[in-house]
């Protein structure tokens, strides 16, 4: 019964370059969140997704950041030419139902690098 | 916008001791949650709070929810090492199916 499974574990990317995360929900879920987190700061909601649907992206930067999570395969964050600021954990999480009255579950997260 | 907000931002105890963190919501919650994140970890759900003026127990941990909805907190008794971490409450924001997240308080603990 695997949880929520992200890939890459750490991404080390060069400034410039794209950086791409991916995740797939627990089974049975079909809510994935993508929450990001600064260095010794809290969890900033970026996005939430449905199948082949976004549902929010009101955390989402305008520029550079895009999220998908297609009729088959996992969600992708996708980062377009990254800038150090971009260096950050991204945990993307699940849920049976809408986040709200239902918990979160969380995947060990992708952390990016940028240097 | 809708936050939540936590105190304090760390804390620092000698094994053994009491440590709490405190949640406070700009709006009523309907529910609230807590998440403890270990050192290089992942938020990892502890608790889920839904009455006015709830109280719930995990062993040495006290989680209440206030009487107006708007604040909780988490007490820890007797901490051990593996009580180390960062405690995040979250609430869902009105109207979205969304969790915004406190700033997360990190505990250490001095053996």
């Known amino acids: 019964n695997a949880g929520v499974m992200q890939n890459p574990r750490h991404l080390v990317r060069r400034r410039g370059q794209e950086a791409r995360l991916r995740c797939s929900p627990m089974?049975?879920?079909?809510?994935v969140y993508w929450y990001r987190q600064l260095p010794e700061e809290g969890l900033k909601f970026m996005v939430y997704?449905?199948?082949?649907?976004?549902?929010?992206e009101s955390g989402m930067p305008k520029e550079r950041f895009s999220a998908e999570f297609p009729k088959e395969g996992p969600s992708i964050l996708r980062i377009q030419q990254v800038v150090r600021g971009d260096s950050a954990a991204y945990f993307c999480a699940s849920s049976l139902r809408g986040a709200g009255a239902n918990v979160l579950t969380f995947g060990a997260g992708s952390r990016l690098t940028v240097l | 916008g809708q936050q939540v907000m936590q105190i304090p931002q760390y804390q620092h105890v000698q094994e053994g001791e009491d440590f709490t963190t405190y949640c406070n919501s700009s709006t009523t919650l309907s529910n609230i949650q807590w998440y403890k994140q270990r050192p290089g970890g992942h938020p990892v759900f502890l608790i889920q709070?839904?009455?006015?003026?709830e109280v719930k127990k995990q062993k040495r941990l006290t989680f209440q929810f206030g009487e107006a909805k708007k604040n909780s907190s988490l007490h820890i008794t007797a901490t051990q090492t593996t009580d180390v971490g960062t405690y995040f409450c979250a609430g869902p924001v009105r109207g979205a199916q969304k969790l915004v997240f406190g700033q997360g308080t990190r505990l250490t603990i001095n053996p």
């Open positions: 997704l449905q199948k082949e649907n976004i549902i929010d």
């Open positions: 089974k049975g879920h079909s809510h």
């Open positions: 709070l839904v009455k006015s003026g």
